[in-house]
């Protein structure tokens, strides 16, 4: 156990729909990441939050968008889906030292759109 | 354009032998280097690290070897038991700005360890 928690475990939806997916950090890690894995692929780093604030951005389309709360949360929301988006969403999270390595990985979110 | 790469998308190995697993980089900016290992239904475990000014790191039965000139690194697990039997990732870490050390991932090997 990674101590990184990930809600819902499955998700099935339509598309068009809007989703939200949550995730608990690791006790103490102040930085949140969203990670994408599609079939056949590895992770695809989508946005990284540290202590509330967007810190980076990577493959991270304009129909995603994610927060992080005060409490340390965070929030990705997922709108206008697409058949495309079905995918594993992992949520990471890492201390606060300068490398913020290594990152450690909830158990996930298994997106399917129909 | 795959700055990580895992080239063997499978690996069989005999119980009790060596596994060794790939990989390699393109981003010369790459100055940390993770394997994680992932079961089915669960997300990646962080296996073992290295940074670039060092060539090796080991601990207990899993080594990790960097060659900065080739761009190369591998995974050795000694003895291979069945409980390695999963997908493992091999990541790399550059300094991203604003304070970030984004991970690039291959696309990962998978293990099957026969008893």
């Known amino acids: 156990d990674s101590g990184v928690t990930q809600t819902p475990k499955h998700l099935i939806t339509a598309t068009g729909q809007r989703v939200t997916l949550r995730c608990s950090p690791r006790?103490?890690?102040?930085?949140v990441y969203w990670y994408q894995q599609s079939l056949d692929q590895g992770l695809q780093f989508l946005i990284q939050?540290?202590?509330?604030?967007?810190?980076a951005k990577g493959n991270i389309l304009e129909r995603f968008s994610a927060q992080q709360f005060p409490d340390l949360h965070s929030e990705l929301n997922l709108s206008s889906l697409e058949l495309g988006d079905s995918a594993l969403y992992f949520c990471?999270?890492?201390?606060?030292?300068?490398?913020?390595?290594?990152?450690?990985f909830g158990p996930g979110t298994r997106l399917t759109v129909l | 354009d795959q700055q990580v790469k895992q080239n063997s998308p499978s690996l069989s190995v005999q119980e009790g032998r060596i596994s060794i697993l790939n990989c390699d980089y393109t981003?010369?900016?790459?100055?940390?280097f993770l394997w994680y290992k992932k079961y089915p239904a669960e997300g990646p475990t962080f296996l073992i690290s290295?940074?670039?000014?060092?060539d090796k790191n080991e601990d207990g039965r899993f080594t990790v070897f960097l060659n900065k000139s080739a761009k190369h690194l591998s995974l050795h697990i000694v003895p291979s038991q069945p409980g390695d039997s999963a997908v493992y990732f091999c990541?790399?870490?550059?300094?991203?700005?604003?304070?970030?050390?984004?991970?690039?991932f291959g696309k990962g090997t998978k293990l099957s360890v026969i008893p």
């Open positions: 990471a999270s890492s201390a606060r030292d300068q490398t913020g390595l290594p990152q450690y």
């Open positions: 006790s103490g890690d102040l930085s």
């Open positions: 939050y540290y202590n509330g604030e967007e810190r």
């Open positions: 981003n010369s900016m790459f100055d940390y």
């Open positions: 290295i940074s670039s000014i060092k």
């Open positions: 990541a790399a870490s550059g300094y991203s700005g604003a304070g970030s050390y984004q991970l690039t």
